[in-house]
């Protein structure tokens, strides 16, 4: 392993000697965690012989290191936010997407590359292994499809070649390699790499879970997409970018379809001389637990639910404090990322995250976001978007409201129905007998008309027939034991419908 890793952690030079404070104890114990962690990542990566691999695997485990000992000097110091110092973020730092001016070169595209974050499964929705990507949204066409689609008529229709990058992790890899061969005769670059694989760290020992560089993938992690910036620069892809010319990346979830590339935001970034640009939208009731950019101390930065002192929390989520929320589209200048990579790399907030292993044991993973390398960046600040650039699709709720007659399909972009009189998406929360993909598709026979909805709860077991209608505030709750049948047809407007309800048509 490279002498970083191997060089001995500070407060390992010093005499062991036995201190009465508690911060004598922490650091004491600080020292001995962090040599028992390195001499374990050290025997890791002696057992890589081939050499390219052995340099991708030292470099991953020399990222964890840093961040692993980052976590444990944190701990120790047990440093927490200073609530009193975080403000609303002014003006400045936060620039309205209304009042961008209309782009008058599209010529910047030569520049961009467009990013998706690939490394995340729809286990929660019952896909099993498989990418949330490969889930089928609209007409047959996945996430992924919608959006090749999207660069593809990026490039017909200004005579570009901006490249379509998906950074995977090893739990999507494989799967997406395969499903990413019949884009070959598309008119599209497509690249892929992948992000770090991290070991689990035993909660109690502080020691890795794996015991050898190739044990059962359960043991690992991908440790957030904070990782991009170390995964990119490390593939070896950052540098590839810029000699291709490339100066701009845009960077997003592959579960958001709203997030298409903006001319107007791309005039903006250069305009205003941004290294780093967060989307951010109005925070409504449903997304009071979102990360969010504030001024703290004087500087922009991401704050997560996770960093605020419990007591704070309600404040955290106060629409009027903190009026926006991030999400997770971001500009990043490539040339700025590299400058910054070369002197030491960044040190983003870490976001510790409690598990239990399949045999019981409690581990930890340390993870970071993308959007706290905000800080790091010159220039960096947010702007507010349109609602309709967000649209994800966390659960089968968010299913429903993408494949309804809310939106229609346009060169790969979900685009809002006119005949909706507001531009707010209806509110929907389905129950658990919703919430895996197939119980989705076989309780809905086809998707209700929602257009005139502003809300809809359906708890219980519930069954929806064909070309239903749902207007404005809908309930429908099956007591346990109780099943109800919507008949095909049916056209509830600001009903609660409750118990065990069979209509039969006659």
Known sequence: MSADLLSPVGSLKAPRARGHSAMDFKNATTGIAAKGMRNELNSL????????????????????????????????????????????????????????PEPKDASILEKVAVLKLNGGLGTSMGMGGAPKSAIEVREGMTFLDLSVRQIEHLNEVYKVNVPFILMNSFNTDNDTQRIIQKYQNHNINLVTFNQSRYPRVGKESLLPIPRTPDSHKSEWYPPGHGDLFDAINNSGLLDKLIAAGKEYIFVSNVDNLGADVDLKILEHLVQSQADFLMELTDKTKADVKGGTIVNYQGQVRLLEIAQVPSEHVEDFKSVRKFAYFNTNSVYISLPALKNIMTNGGMELDIIVNPKVADDGTAVIQLETAVGAAIKHFKNAHGINVPRSRFLPVKATSDLLLITSDLYSLQHGKLIMSQDRMFNQTPVIKLGDSFKKIANFQKRFRTIPNIVELDHLTVSGDVWFGRNITLRGTVIIVANEGSRIDLPDGSILENKLVSGNVSIIDH
Do not use: I
Request: glycine content about 2%.
């Open 45 to 100: 990566v002696s057992k890589v012989e081939e050499p390219n691999a052995h340099r991708l695997f030292d470099a991953e485990m020399q990222g964890f290191f840093s961040l692993f000992n980052r976590y444990l000097h944190q701990r120790a110091k047990n440093e927490k936010l200073e609530w009193e110092k975080v403000k609303s973020p002014s003006p400045e730092e936060v620039v309205d997407y209304k009042s961008l």
